[in-house]
C-alpha cells in the first residue's frame, strides 16, 4: 500500500465529476466523506439528468429528474458537500463531445480543485459481473480531457477567460471503478456515512436493504486485500511536475 495520505492531510478543494444522481456516493462516497472530514471543500457535478433512472412505465420524467437531484442535494449535504452542480445532458446518451469537454473545464476553472474524483474511462465490464454504463466512460473521457490540457491552457476554450476564468493547475486524479487500482483510501470510519447517502436515493434504492449489504461486501473485499476492514479502490494520477520522475524539471518543459 502506498504512504500516500490520500489528500487527507491537505486542505484544497475536491471535485467530483460523475455521470448520474447516485454515482458518488455509490463508487466514491468514502473517500469523499473522509476528505469533507478532514476540512476540504466538496463539490459535485454530474454530466447527465439522471431522467432515465426508473422503469415504471407511468414515470413522469421531469419530475423524475427533479426528485433525483433533490435525492443528490440531500445525499451531498450527508457528506459534507453544499455544492452540486447539474449538467442538462441527457441519461443514457452522453458522449465525450468538446461541449461538455468546454462545460467540464469551465467548471474546473470556476472551483480550482486541488484533487478531481472521476471514472475509469477504460473500464468496459467489471468480471463476470457487470457492464460499465457508457455514460460513466463517457464522463470520465470528458472529465480526463478537461482536467488536462483543457483547464490548464490558457488558449483553449478562450470564450472562458471571457468569463473571467483564468486556467487551472489540478493536482491529482483518483479514477474510480478502476479494474487497475493502485491507491486504497481506508473508509472504515466512514463506510457507515457512505451507506446512509446512499439510502437518501430513495428513487433508486428503495429501502436500500440489500444496497447496505452490497456497499458493505464490496468495501470489505477490497479492503481485505490491503489490511482494512473497508476500502475504496482508485487509479491514482499525480499531475504535479514536482512529484515525477526527475522532478527538477522547469514548468515550461511540461506543457506540451
Not at 47 to 61: I, L
Not at 128 to 133: A, G, K, L, R, V
Not at 231 to 246: H, K, L
Request: one cysteine or more; proline letters at 6%.
Amino acid at each position: 500500500m502506498s504512504a500516500h495520505d490520500h489528500g487527507v492531510t491537505g486542505g484544497g478543494p475536491v471535485l467530483a465529476i460523475f455521470a448520474h444522481p447516485d454515482d458518488t456516493e455509490f463508487v466514491a462516497g468514502g473517500a469523499l466523506a473522509l476528505w469533507a472530514g478532514a476540512g476540504r471543500r466538496l463539490i459535485y457535478a454530474f454530466c447527465t439528468d439522471g431522467g432515465k433512472g426508473s422503469s415504471d412505465p407511468a414515470v413522469d420524467t421531469p419530475a423524475l429528474i427533479a426528485r433525483r437531484q433533490e435525492e443528490q442535494r440531500a445525499a451531498a449535504r450527508h457528506l459534507g458537500c453544499e455544492e452540486v452542480v447539474f449538467l442538462p445532458y441527457e441519461d443514457a446518451m452522453l458522449e465525450p463531445t468538446l461541449a461538455l469537454r468546454r462545460d467540464l473545464t469551465r467548471i474546473i476553472r470556476r472551483y480550482r480543485p486541488q484533487i478531481v474524483v472521476c471514472f475509469d474511462p477504460t473500464v468496459y465490464w467489471f468480471g463476470e459481473f457487470y457492464i460499465q454504463h457508457p455514460d460513466h466512460r463517457a464522463s470520465g473521457e470528458a472529465a480526463l480531457a478537461a482536467v488536462f490540457p483543457a483547464a490548464r491552457d490558457r488558449l483553449t476554450f478562450p470564450e472562458l477567460l471571457d468569463e473571467g476564468l483564468e486556467p487551472h493547475n489540478v493536482d491529482e486524479v483518483y479514477l474510480a471503478s478502476a479494474n487497475e487500482p493502485n491507491r486504497w483510501i481506508d473508509i472504515s470510519s466512514t463506510i457507515e456515512r457512505k451507506i446512509e447517502a446512499m439510502r437518501l436515493h430513495k428513487s433508486q434504492v428503495g429501502d436500500g436493504e440489500a444496497l447496505a449489504s452490497l456497499l458493505r461486501a464490496m468495501a470489505r473485499e477490497v479492503g481485505e486485500a490491503h489490511g482494512l476492514a473497508y476500502a475504496e479502490g482508485y487509479r491514482y494520477i499525480s499531475m504535479d511536475p514536482r512529484r515525477r520522475p526527475g522532478a527538477a524539471v522547469d514548468e515550461a518543459e511540461v506543457t506540451g
